[in-house]
């Protein structure tokens, strides 16, 4: 398989929208784990650091935690290695109404990190769960990203 998903999910909404990607482009969901979920935790240990470099095309995702990247999905891209020549798609989950309070900071931040580690990165999907669009906007993320 040369695409996988790798994704940090606290409550289960990351998951839920990652399984669904999965389901559709038969890869995996691989779950970055911490000691703590504690979102306060500033440098979280990391118990489960999944390997990306057999995967050509990867799809981060993550929860908004406190206007900004979760700290473990931060702390997990932060030690990956050069990842030059890899493409990546992003996308995260917030319940804030207004992208700004934290989704399009979020999606900036990890495409920072990600560009720092060479990895291309294509498309950035925010899914906000208080949304009355939300079911269009997974299904119309699912469709692009299974491309
Ligand atoms: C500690 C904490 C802080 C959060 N901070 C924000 C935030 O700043 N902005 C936002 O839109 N949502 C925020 N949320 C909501 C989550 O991002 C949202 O519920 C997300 O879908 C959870 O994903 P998960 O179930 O995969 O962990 C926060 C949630 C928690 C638990």
Redesign the pocket.
């Given at each position: 398989m040369e695409k996988a998903i790798v994704?940090?999910?606290?409550?289960?909404?990351?998951?839920g929208v990652a399984n669904r990607l999965a389901e559709k482009m038969n890869i995996e969901v691989l779950e970055v784990k911490a000691a703590s979920d504690d979102?306060?935790v500033m440098n979280p240990v990391l118990t489960y650091v999944p390997d990306v470099s057999s995967y050509k095309h990867l799809i981060f995702a993550?929860?908004?935690?406190?206007?900004?990247l979760?700290k473990v999905m931060q702390t997990y891209l932060n030690q990956l290695p050069d990842l030059n020549g890899k493409t990546a798609d992003i996308f995260?989950?917030?319940?804030?109404p207004f992208a700004w309070?934290?989704?399009n900071r979020t999606l900036k931040q990890m495409k920072q990190i990600l560009e720092n580690k060479n990895v291309k990165v294509n498309q950035m999907t925010s899914?906000?769960?208080k949304s009355k669009k939300r079911e269009s906007v997974i299904d119309q993320m699912i469709l692009s990203y299974s491309k």
């Open positions: 994704i940090y999910s606290k409550t289960g909404n990351t998951l979102p306060n993550s929860p908004v935690h406190g206007f900004s979760s995260i989950t917030h319940f804030f309070m934290g989704g899914v906000n769960w």
